[in-house]
């Protein structure tokens, strides 16, 4: 378990958040899979956490490093396919849970066939932590603190 992600070995720190990311990106997936996106969409503008901060509560700058590694890892073993999106809700509910302020982004980019291909990633002041996959590629909508 010490190699979630190839080349990187977990901390213990990182190794104890296990736990909770396998419970929230199966929350985050059963949400994606069977809630109407303009309802939990809705739900993000009225409950994020706004405001952006350098200080963190609780040591929580740490985490902003740490839930992102463990996130992404169990992502790619999961039995479903943990898109952008399941991503960026289970490290926002992780964030939330640690009042870290943050914002889930939502872009789109039209493919090769000219159809609109979306993608989520989730930011905590300027670093983006989760989806940073080609994300030059996508046009910004509208992030929800």
């Known amino acids: 378990m010490r190699r979630l992600i190839p080349g990187h070995n977990l901390s213990k720190e990182e190794i104890n958040l296990i736990p909770e990311a396998i419970f929230w990106?199966?929350?985050?997936?059963?949400?994606?899979?069977?809630?109407?996106?303009?309802?939990?969409?809705?739900?993000?503008?009225?409950?994020?956490?706004?405001?952006?901060?350098?200080?963190?509560?609780?040591?929580?700058?740490?985490?902003?490093?740490?839930?992102?590694?463990?996130?992404r890892g169990l992502s790619l073993r999961m039995p479903w396919q943990s898109t952008c999106m399941v991503e960026s809700l289970a490290t926002h509910y992780m964030l939330q849970k640690r009042k870290v302020p943050h914002k889930i982004h939502f872009g789109v980019k039209k493919d090769a066939k000219n159809k609109l291909e979306a993608h989520a990633w989730l930011s905590v002041g300027d670093l983006v932590i989760i989806g940073l996959e080609n994300l030059d590629e996508f046009i910004e909508l509208r992030p929800i603190t």
Do not use: D
């Not at 949400?31 to 929580?60: C, D, L, M």
């Open 25 to 71: 990106l199966i929350v985050a997936r059963l949400k994606v899979s069977f809630v109407p996106s303009g309802r939990w969409i809705e739900y993000f503008g009225r409950t994020g956490i706004k405001g952006q901060s350098s200080v963190f509560p609780n040591g929580a700058e740490l985490k902003i490093h740490e839930i992102p590694i463990v996130v």
